[in-house]
């Protein structure tokens, strides 16, 4: 690893070149300000990445036809640019993208953050594994932003410095979510997910109000594991108190899997030379086949809105994409076909705006993130519904009495005049 500034890094960037780009906690800005420097000289430079997290230089509109910015997971700060067509959303189960960046996606450079170098000569990937060490392999160039505050984690997260073409010195804070609602409704939610959580259960838990609120009242359990997409705050005083210790999971017993990390400058110190905490690619961590081996594995997820047959979506209202389908469905499948496991999804009946989430059908032109076929449990503050085996009409009924009190009657003509369900 030759150590240079950015514009050196980047020097050998051409038009129509395609470059990926770690993301969540470790987006390494300063490289996509380079970028953003670097492409005004260019044309068709594509970009692509999981989602990013803090300033998105590369997108300044006068950027258009220069650079495109392709996402798997669309995040609050490239939202609108989606919606304008200057960036775009590939569809893609997280599982998938390190086989598609692998088979199908010619990738000329590879942007990533990393911790310095060990004393043996490795860096980590610190907070953020997802399909980075497939696009370091693929990639003909790999420039990395050493940054001292990135934390050495261990599992699949450690690589030699040898396959870095160029480092750039970076000491900029890791980032971290912003404070999450936690009001009465999504308290209500929580304690009625938290009760369904038996001991010995590994635990897959999205990010938001409501996974953090349920692991906040899981202080009374015992021995439960993780197995997740993702990990936040909330887990640490659960593995302190030895709440969480995966002494029951089937795979990595005793250890706590992750491909990401989101949380304070806390999380990031805990995590640091934590040999309980396996950084695992997204391929591993997403696999079904995985997922269902670890017995009791419960899958927390949300939704968008839910339809009166069970059909969830989570990525869009109606047309305009929100986020992306994620691991949803990875976790949702496994968890299903787990030993005593089951997943569910939990949302409030309504919308910020006083809108329902529970609706006869989804809005024209949604995404169906979760299909009515993989449904088990759904969750709101009104109660638990298990549509796993129900008719279509068994199931409006339940969900029914989930939506909003205020909401129901119109449900209930809906199924009856629209579905004919009821």
Not at 37 to 58: D, K, N, Q, W
Not at 114 to 135: I, K, M, N, Q, Y
Not at 351 to 374: D, F, K, Q, W
Request: net charge neutral; charged share 20%.
């Amino acid at each position: 690893m030759k150590m240079v500034d950015c514009e050196t890094a980047l020097s050998d960037l051409r038009s129509g070149m395609n470059v990926y780009v770690q993301g969540i906690a470790m987006t390494p800005t300063l490289l996509l300000q380079a970028l953003a420097a670097r492409t005004r000289e260019l044309a068709e430079v594509s970009l692509y990445h999981i989602h990013l997290e803090g300033p998105v230089p590369h997108l300044d509109p006068s950027l258009s036809g220069h650079l495109h910015d392709i996402s798997w997971f669309i995040g609050q700060n490239t939202r609108k640019y989606v919606e304008s067509g200057q960036a775009s959303y590939l569809p893609l189960f997280l599982s998938d993208i390190p086989a598609f960046v692998e088979r199908d996606l010619p990738l000329d450079y590879a942007l990533i953050q990393v911790s310095p170098p060990d004393r043996h000569g490795f860096v980590s990937l610190g907070a953020s594994v997802e399909a980075a060490l497939t696009a370091i392999n693929k990639a003909r160039v790999v420039v990395a932003a050493v940054n001292p505050r990135v934390p050495r984690t261990l599992g699949s997260a450690e690589i030699p410095v040898s396959v870095i073409s160029y480092g750039i010195w970076n000491a900029q804070p890791l980032y971290a979510p912003g404070p999450a609602r936690k009001d009465s409704v999504r308290r209500e939610i929580a304690a009625r997910v938290a009760d369904l959580i038996p001991d010995r259960a590994t635990l897959q838990l999205g990010i938001g109000a409501i996974p953090d609120l349920v692991l906040s009242l899981l202080t009374n359990h015992r021995d439960l594991g993780i197995h997740s997409e993702m990990i936040s705050d909330s887990v640490v005083p659960l593995v302190q108190q030895g709440v969480i210790t995966g002494r029951y999971k089937a795979v990595d017993r005793g250890r706590l899997v992750c491909t990401f990390a989101f949380g304070s400058q806390a999380l990031y110190d805990f995590m640091d030379n934590n040999p309980a905490i396996a950084m695992r690619p997204v391929d591993y961590t997403n696999d079904t086949a995985i997922i269902r081996r670890q017995p009791r594995m419960i899958s927390i997820n949300s939704a968008v809105q839910v339809d009166l047959t069970g059909q969830v979506a989570a990525e869009s209202v109606g047309g305009r994409m929100l986020s992306g389908v994620g691991g949803q469905m990875d976790f949702v499948r496994g968890a299903s076909l787990s030993p005593g496991g089951f997943s569910v999804i939990a949302l409030p009946s309504r919308t910020s705006a006083g809108e329902p989430r529970i609706v006869p059908t989804l809005y024209p032109g949604a995404a169906v993130t979760t299909t009515r076929n993989h449904v088990q449990f759904v969750v709101t503050e009104y109660g638990v519904a298990n549509l796993h085996g129900l008719s279509l009409a068994r199931r409006a009924q339940q969900l029914i009495n989930l939506a909003h009190p205020d909401d129901r009657d119109a449900l209930r003509e809906a199924g009856r005049d629209q579905l004919s369900i009821l």
